[in-house]
């Protein structure tokens, strides 16, 4: 069983930067492939970042690759996401989730077992 925490989101200006955190508890998180998702007002959850369980590789959504960087602490038992350069367009809940099989799907909801419970970002003009 895994439980995650996702903190750091908050109001920023456009242009501006942010630093989420997702804690993890769980004696195996370390060999999970770990994943950032975000859901806007009437959209639906969509892949913004994932990270391998050894760290070395690492995916992005079209729309933030260049603006985002995803990493993982593998002895804080936590995984960052950095956000650049923010947009209006990136306001949204973002969701830290967990992934222990690894199949090879990272940008697909259905890939991964646990998720947080989310934190808000929100980018104004």
């Known amino acids: 069983q895994v439980q995650l925490v996702e903190s750091g989101g908050g109001l920023v200006q456009a242009g501006g930067s942010l630093r989420l955190s997702c804690a993890a508890s769980g004696r195996t998180f370390s060999t999970y492939l770990m994943g950032w998702f975000r859901q806007a007002p009437g959209k639906e959850r969509e892949f913004v970042a994932a990270i391998s369980w050894s760290g070395g590789s690492t995916y992005y959504a079209d729309s933030v690759q260049g603006r985002f960087t995803i990493s993982r602490d593998k002895a804080k038992n936590a995984v960052y996401l950095q956000m650049n350069r923010l947009k209006p367009e990136d306001t949204a809940v973002y969701y830290c989730?967990?992934?222990?099989?690894?199949?090879?799907?990272?940008?697909?909801?259905?890939?991964?077992?646990?998720w947080g419970q989310g934190t808000q970002v929100t980018v104004s003009s």
């Open positions: 989730a967990a992934d222990p099989y690894n199949t090879g799907s990272y940008y697909s909801i259905r890939e991964y077992d646990y």
